[in-house]
């Protein structure tokens, strides 16, 4: 079962050595001309404004709120995937189930939806 | 007759790491050609030759300028976090070229004497591992903001998470419907139930949203938020430069030949033969090398879509493209998914009459226009009570902002610039930056 | 993954006793419509009719579980491919849940005491913040506290009739996250209430864990997850004793945790304290009812056979826990953290009758969670009536007396704090009493010795709330009594009613309680 994997695995270490290869070699093919100006952080020319540490600083709450809505839809996808590849041997009782599996997540999503949780502002 | 998995489980390890490096070459040959194909296409949307110097027709003007990023400095800013900025454009650039692992380029083959089928690996789980390969690459994009220590590379890596999760529901609930009809998420059984008619026309509504998904999904134009030359300079990848920066750049290729090809897998019958060549001498041109011809020209029709997007259509806003995602590709997936599921379960429950299946669809359509009655898009009226949650105390200009009219033109004497003139190789890079040109 | 899915081919659909379950069914229906009530209501209609449509469900659930339970089968009823079982406990269960729960949710719905509720209309800003300082002008409520509710409570139906642990394990999901929500949505003292919340969440998040590692130790053990296969393992089979045992433990761990059992008790006095009283009302009394009604299923229907293995670590468990509760009580100088602790204790005397996995032992125990119940939701909403400018006057300085001031509802309480204690003509006495018998009878005897000295202990505290209240000069700036609308008055009601009544004649819920045993 795991054999079918090994080209897989093959072609991720071609790819990585590849990729490992370009980011590793770049700083020695390259030139390099010492400049202070060039290691700061780039906001198109205007003096960077202090920053917290690297990614620190809160982000806005929206991005969260996706996140979440994210997984609760992964999730329903998940479940999605099994029954549709069945979904002919489990029949009548398979529809039933899904229907009722969408629908209630269809209340949350309702619920989020007039609540302004989709919007962005 | 074997199947493809069993063909494939016979293959030796010789054959399986020459096709591991065909499909490499593939990929970055895609890539190159992509540039070149998207800046010649793009030029003559605009009344331009796009770049003609470097080859015959300009062809190798995109591995020139891939060398030149070889040789150009590579800088790390001080503020940022070593290891994840080394690590970022490693992460975006495996996934990618690991989605083609599962993409069935043809049937069975005689390779080297050997009795093979054109695709790496035909996992049970096909389909999945191209969906994981894509969410993985997000992690590429979202480190890279993170670790470049610089305000715009960090809205540009959020901005482009949130839209690729939103649009990899929609896109992930579109291929439910195509399973639903194949009953199965291997890729090359995908292709075999599409023997009797494409899923483009058997499922209309998943593949468009499919087609719309796959766009926001690779960060294109006009789903380009993430990029937005204009706003965030150049997005996630603002602080890259040299290969690094290269790395990014063939990520986002390969994961438009990625996605194309899916496409093509999904919905265009894969390696098929389209319809009057099918019937050519009994299908002889869906054996043997044929199919790859097919197959190419199917995928580059959709990266011609792509390129044909990105020379028509202005940048969504981030509301609208939200909006669009979240509150019609989703619900209308879910809609069709139910519809296509009842179909299925109706007309194999034997014993069923037509009428009753009308009756039943007729039920179904009426709930849907009373749920449909009941989602009106409109703010909660009596809302008094709202207390803003979000918002600091930065002044931010309202969306609906009026901008003054612009004051009446004075025409300049000035000579027009030559406008057949194209720029030199060596300045293309910092133009690609700044101008868009360079099709990012 | 080919094999998995062709394994489809057989599936059935499952018979399905829908009137066993109509009880069950119709909170969680209920819920989801609640939900869309949320999302289609204009703001101001929403809290009528979501106390409307909470009531009516919990009133006909009630009536459905009436109804059925007057002809159904005594051996109980498997339904769902037997991951539910309906039998006499689970009915009592049902029972208790849906009573108490009414008890809360009029307690909940109560907006006389606290001009517009004892919620916040968005519990997301942060404390301290201008948005905070513009909300706390306002009057407006979270009305999602009510779909919480029903959520919480359908989430303690299934735990209680859950016979395999998987489906425990969603059931435990499912009325633990409304109420971590619930916890952070105390109109006054927001930061408390969002540091309940997130405290809850946090060891809670800690406990199911353990719950769910646990299962995967007993799967590896007994290669199912139903309780009946696990009993079948472990009764005669040469398998290794460590998973059992292993497995068993963190089990035990995420339930006692729940039945908030020292020493698993950290987050109870923190939670009781900053949630909302009626929400810590809520929580206090069905929360209670739910985790033992599984820890009893549990050890009764899985572990009954090793039980000579096991029994001594929860004897320990049982007075660790009666002990925190009684002395670290005493020092407590908040009454809604002195009920927390007292809660505690009162987890280490159920424990005591959980363990003794005799019939009786199963009856005293469900007779003793529903005179718990009643009298901790009538507690709580004595709780919510004493306060001042800032809210609920919990400090135990200012209920110096407060006899004096407000005569009924000091003897209200007194009687109420007396019913936990265990003073006789009291419930408290009557289910410490049928607990302890059943215990003295399964051959426990020192574990009730140390029972009696510790409920002594305990009920010196409510003892010195007493004094407090009747001997003591009120403070001059002390905090009125407010005059309870409908709600709150009808749930107190009910509480020392049924505390009474439970007290002077118990032999009919004593008689519900022992009607029949659990069926696996």
């Known amino acids: ?121 | 007759m074997k199947t493809t998995a069993e063909l494939i489980a016979d293959d030796p390890l010789w054959l399986s790491i020459i096709k591991v490096v065909a499909i490499f070459a593939f990929g970055v040959v895609m890539t190159l050609f992509m540039i070149w194909l998207e800046r010649r296409v793009v030029g003559r949307m605009q009344h331009r030759p796009g770049p003609n110097r470097v080859g015959p027709f300009g062809l190798l003007q995109s591995l020139a300028d891939g060398l030149k990023l070889a040789f150009k400095e590579d800088i790390r800013p001080v503020v940022a976090d070593k290891w994840v900025y080394f690590l970022a454009p490693i992460i975006s650039a495996i996934p990618a070229f690991l989605a083609f692992s599962v993409i069935p380029f043809g049937p069975d083959v005689t390779m080297f004497g050997h009795h093979t089928a054109l695709q790496l690996v035909d996992l049970p789980v096909g389909v999945l591992v191209i969906l994981a390969c894509s969410s993985l690459g997000v992690y590429g994009i979202v480190l890279s903001g993170w670790a470049s220590g610089s305000p715009y590379p960090l809205l540009g890596s959020l901005r482009s998470a949130a839209q690729v999760i939103s649009y990899e529901i929609a896109m992930g609930l579109s291929i439910v419907g195509v399973i639903l009809r194949s009953h199965s998420l291997s890729t090359s059984d995908i292709v075999n139930a599409q023997e009797g008619g494409w899923y483009f026309w058997l499922l209309p509504v998943s593949f468009v949203v499919y087609a719309i998904s796959m766009v926001g999904e690779t960060n294109r134009a006009p789903f380009d938020l993430p990029e937005a030359e204009s706003e965030l300079v150049g997005g996630f990848h603002t602080e890259y430069s040299s290969l690094k920066f290269a790395l990014f750049f063939l990520a986002e290729y390969v994961n438009m030949v990625v996605v194309s090809a899916l496409a093509t897998t999904l919905f265009l019958g894969g390696w098929r033969a389209p319809w009057p060549l099918s019937a050519i001498d009994g299908g002889v041109l869906n054996t043997g090398w044929w199919p790859i011809l097919w197959f190419v020209g199917k995928t580059f029709f959709f990266l011609f879509v792509f390129v044909w997007l990105r020379g028509t259509l202005p940048r969504l806003r981030y509301d609208q493209f939200m909006r669009l995602g979240w509150k019609v590709l989703v619900p209308v997936s879910l809609v069709w998914i139910v519809l296509i599921a009842a179909s299925n379960a109706l007309w194999n429950t034997p014993g069923v009459t037509t009428g009753q299946r009308l009756i039943f669809f007729g039920v179904g359509i009426v709930v849907l226009l009373v749920f449909a009655l009941l989602l009106p898009d409109k703010r909660v009226a009596d809302d008094e009570e709202f207390v803003p949650v979000t918002g600091s105390g930065y002044p931010l200009p309202p969306l609906d902002l009026s901008v003054p009219k612009s004051p009446p033109r004075r025409r300049l004497p000035a000579a027009p610039e030559p406008a057949e003139r194209e720029m030199e190789p060596a300045a293309v890079a910092a133009a690609d930056k700044e101008t868009g040109d360079g099709s990012l | 993954m080919s094999g998995f899915f062709s394994q489809a081919q057989q599936l059935q659909a499952p018979d399905v006793a829908y009137q066993a379950v109509l009880p069950m069914l119709l909170v969680l229906g209920a819920a989801c419509v609640s939900v869309l009530f949320e999302a289609f209501l204009p703001r101001e209609r929403r809290w009528g009719w979501q106390v409307a449509l909470t009531v009516v469900t919990l009133a006909g659930a009630a009536i459905s579980l009436i109804v059925y339970g007057n002809d159904a089968p005594k051996a109980g009823v498997k339904t769902f491919s037997d991951v539910l079982t309906i039998d006499r406990p689970t009915l009592f269960l049902w029972g208790t849940l849906l009573l108490l729960a009414f008890g809360a949710v009029l307690l909940i719905a109560d907006r006389s005491v606290e001009p517009g509720g004892a919620f916040v209309a968005q519990a997301a800003i942060r404390p301290g913040t201008l948005q905070d300082r513009v909300q706390a002008a306002k009057v407006g409520m979270q009305t999602e506290v009510f779909p919480l509710t029903l959520f919480a409570l359908g989430g303690m139906m299934v735990f209680c009739a859950a016979n395999d642990l998987l489906t425990m394990f969603v059931a435990l999901e499912v009325l633990s996250l409304p109420l971590y929500l619930m916890a952070g949505l105390a109109r006054r003292r927001r930061l408390l209430s969002q540091e309940a919340a997130v405290k809850y969440f946090l060891l809670g998040a800690f406990a199911s864990a353990f719950f769910l590692y646990g299962i995967a130790l007993l799967y590896g053990y007994a290669g199912s997850v139903k309780l009946a296969d696990i009993a079948t393992a472990a009764a005669g089979t040469n398998r290794s004793d460590t998973l059992l045992f292993a497995g068993m433990g963190l089990l035990v761990v995420g339930l006692l945790f729940k039945a908030s059992v020292g020493p698993f008790h950290t987050w109870t006095p923190d939670v009781y304290q900053g949630s909302p009283t009626p929400v810590t009302a809520f929580m206090a009394a069905c929360t209670k009812v739910a985790a033992f009604g599984g820890i009893l299923r549990v050890l009764m229907g899985a572990f009954a056979s090793t039980n000579w293995e096991w029994r001594g670590v929860l004897w320990g468990v049982a007075i660790a826990s009666m002990a925190i509760g009684a002395v670290l009580g005493l020092t407590q100088t908040d009454v809604k953290r002195m009920i927390a602790y007292s809660s505690v204790a009162h987890a280490g005397f159920l424990l005591v009758g959980s363990i003794a996995l005799t019939s009786k032992g199963v009856s005293g125990t469900l007779f003793y969670l529903l005179a718990y119940g009643l009298t901790t939701v009538a507690t709580f909403g004595i709780v919510s009536l004493v306060r001042d400018a800032d809210g609920e006057a919990s400090h135990l300085s200012q209920w110096a007396g407060l006899a004096k001031r407000s005569p009924i509802v000091a003897g209200v309480f007194t009687f109420l704090l007396l019913a936990l204690a265990g003073i006789p003509l009291t419930s408290g006495f009557v289910g410490k009493f049928v607990v302890f018998s059943a215990a003295l009878q399964s051959g426990m005897a020192p574990l009730v010795v140390v029972a009696l000295v510790f409920s002594a202990v305990a009920a010196f505290f409510y003892l010195r709330v007493i004094v407090l209240m009747y001997f003591s000069e009120p403070a001059a700036d002390g905090p009125t009594v407010t005059v309870p609308g409908a709600f709150t008055t009808m749930a107190i009601t009910i509480g020392a009613l049924a505390t009474l009544v439970l007290g002077v004649f118990p032999s009919f819920a004593l008689d519900w309680a022992g009607a029949g045993g659990f069926t696996f």
């Open chain 1, 1 to 121: 079962m795991l054999q079918a994997y090994v080209p897989l695995v093959l072609l991720f270490a071609l790819a990585g050595a590849f990729a490992l290869f370009s980011v590793a070699a770049a700083p020695y093919i390259g030139p390099r001309r010492y400049n202070k100006a060039k290691l700061d952080a780039y906001e198109c020319g205007i003096e960077p404004s202090p920053q917290p540490i690297v990614g620190g600083g809160r982000m806005p709450v929206a991005y969260y709120l996706t996140a979440m809505l994210f997984i609760l839809f992964d999730i329903e996808m998940v479940f999605l995937y099994p029954f549709a590849v069945s979904a002919n041997a489990l029949g009548m009782f398979g529809l039933v189930e899904i229907a009722l599996f969408v629908a209630t997540v269809g209340f949350a999503y309702a619920y989020v939806w007039r609540r302004g949780g989709l919007d962005w502002n």
